[in-house]
């Protein structure tokens, strides 16, 4: 017999299998004569006071062993499939369409304008060392999209946009741990996700799909309100292909292919989107105001049996919303420009969370108002916002890779940093006043906020922390329209905007589970 029961245990019980089974006993009113197993199903920290609890979901079979479950899932071979769907990028949303369409007996066609996620390593090693940017390999171009070297975390609230469960083993499928199945906010870390990507690359191959690299859109051509070829340019030749179904997964920085869509007058509408800056703290601060720790001693002792942590605010200013983004515990702030004369910043974390900083996102939300003086572009005016913060930041940084800086609580004050605090930032910070970077609106909702933020975690507002400018691409800032049932653009019948680059996604999880939807739509 099998039955599922709720503990709240210390961290030192969590870790311990015996222990577990011992607070199961008690809770079941077992005996010790019997014989019984358990498995964890799921577990969270609940940090909320100074005695820091774990809470687990347990399974405990009596008489019985507990079978690891296999996962197994069953893709067709294609090759010689008719039917065939175009895809256009292999972030999450294009490569989980292509699995999708192995397992509905259609032929998922890749074309990916950066390269192989091994080969993309040299253009990000060129970013941080020699402030180099190549516009179509970068940290957001290339195999697996940008959230294969910009975290791998795999939360999401878009339960209801599609099976959350069979995306995290899909992924255990490929190769990830199954501490992601059991896990309240799963993380693969940037260090595993390349050979996972690989390994999902390997599957749609040997099943009869295909992918190619350094395979740009560059044109389209429309006939009775459906896409009849698109042409595609590679390393040698630009060739027309043939269109059936195409479902565009382009990702939120394929500046490019909006810009092609709005020259074809292809509808789009412009779209509230978030910007601001990175912050990072010492993450051992960060520990001991989540854990309630009143000496750096106490640090170590709970963090023997607890993770680093992380930290999620929020805080309404004047009618904007503010709040944390993409928070790294352990991590590293990127440099994730798309091109030579921006700055853009974003964060990930390997697997273990081990390096010294907790950076996070703290951006604000903009509304369509607040993009009125770039109306003459229409559905890309917030494109151009973005555009133009990114530019100024470079100009502040020196005009290299070099990002505008800040120390927090001089942020907050006005008053410019005569030196700033070690950072993982690569490819260097230069002390600026952030809000000639960041302009009156976003520097001052983000003053009154990070003022908040001090209010709520105590220690949070200091010096020790320093702000790096600009966190920018939160999200696309232009939805690409689609019916809500079929999924395909309303003007043109064979085109399926997905992913977070058609406004319909914000993270691996979200994306993924759009790229399954779009290949179900292309049926």
């Known amino acids: 017999m099998q039955t599922k029961i709720q503990l709240q245990v210390t961290p030192q019980t969590a870790l311990n299998e ?3 089974k011992e607070e199961a006993k008690v809770q079941l009113n077992l005996k010790d004569s019997d014989s019984f197993s358990v498995k964890v199903l799921k577990r969270s920290i609940d940090a909320r006071n100074r005695s820091i609890k774990i809470n ?3 399974l405990v079979a009596l008489n019985e062993l507990i079978d690891e479950e296999e996962i197994k899932f069953f893709y067709n071979n294609v090759s010689q499939a008719k039917k065939i769907c175009h895809i256009i990028g292999a972030g999450p949303g294009g490569l989980f369409a292509a699995l999708r369409c192995l397992e509905l007996g259609i032929k998922p066609i890749i074309f990916e304008r950066g390269k192989d996620v091994k080969a993309r390593r040299r253009d990000l090693a060129a970013i941080n060392k020699e402030h180099t940017v190549n516009p179509e390999s970068n940290y957001c171009f290339g195999e697996g999209g940008a959230g294969t070297y910009s975290d791998g975390k795999l939360y999401t609230r878009s339960n209801k946009r599609g099976d959350v469960d069979k995306i995290l083993k899909v992924l255990v ?8 199945l059991v896990d309240a906010h799963p993380h693969i870390g940037t260090n595993k996700l390349p050979q996972l990507i690989e390994n999902i690359r390997e599957t749609i191959l040997a099943h009869g799909g ?3 690299f350094n395979s740009k859109l560059i044109d389209l051509n429309i006939q009775h309100d459906k896409i009849n070829f698109i042409k595609i340019k590679n390393e040698t030749e630009e060739k027309e292909i043939t269109i059936e179904k195409l479902i565009l997964a382009t990702g939120h920085s394929a500046r490019d292919i909006y810009e092609l869509l709005n020259s074809k007058q292809i509808l789009m509408e412009a779209k509230p989107f978030a910007i601001g800056v990175r912050v990072e703290h010492p993450q051992e601060l960060i520990d001991k105001i989540q854990y309630h720790c009143g000496s750096m001693n106490e640090v170590i002792e709970k963090r023997e049996f607890l993770p680093p ?8 200013i004047n009618g904007y919303g503010v709040y944390s983004f993409c928070m790294c515990p352990g991590g590293i702030i990127a440099p994730c420009a798309t091109s030579q004369q921006e700055v853009v910043t974003n964060g990930w974390s390997p697997s273990k969370r081990n390096n010294p900083y907790a950076n996070s996102g703290i951006v604000v939300g903009l509304e369509l108002k607040d993009f009125e003086s770039y109306k003459s572009v229409g559905p890309l005016a917030g494109l151009e ?11 502040f940084g020196g005009k290299t890779q070099t990002a505008p800086a800040q120390r927090l609580e001089d942020f907050v004050n006005g008053k410019l940093s005569t030196s700033l605090p070690d950072c993982s930032y690569q490819p260097g910070l230069k002390s600026v006043n952030m809000q000639e970077v960041l302009g009156k609106l976003v520097g001052s909702v983000l003053k009154d906020g990070f003022k908040a933020f001090g209010g709520k975690m105590r ?4 010096n020790e922390a320093v702000i790096v400018g600009v966190e920018s691409r939160t999200s696309t800032p232009v939805r690409i ?3 809500k049932e079929k999924l395909n653009h309303p003007k043109l019948a064979n085109l399926f905007p997905c992913g977070e680059g058609a406004g319909y996604a914000g993270g691996i999880m979200s994306a993924a589970m759009d790229g399954e939807r779009c290949a179900n739509a292309c049926v």
């Open 481 to 483: 329209p689609r019916d």
């Open 309 to 316: 942590s992380s930290y999620s605010l929020v805080q309404q």
């Open 385 to 395: 916002f973005q555009k133009q913060m990114e530019k100024t930041a470079w100009a």
């Open 459 to 462: 220690g949070y507002l200091t």
């Open 56 to 58: 687990i979901t347990l």
């Open 210 to 212: 295909e992918i190619y």
């Open 173 to 180: 499928f490929h190769g990830a741990t199954r501490q992601i």
């Open 18 to 20: 015996q222990l577990l």
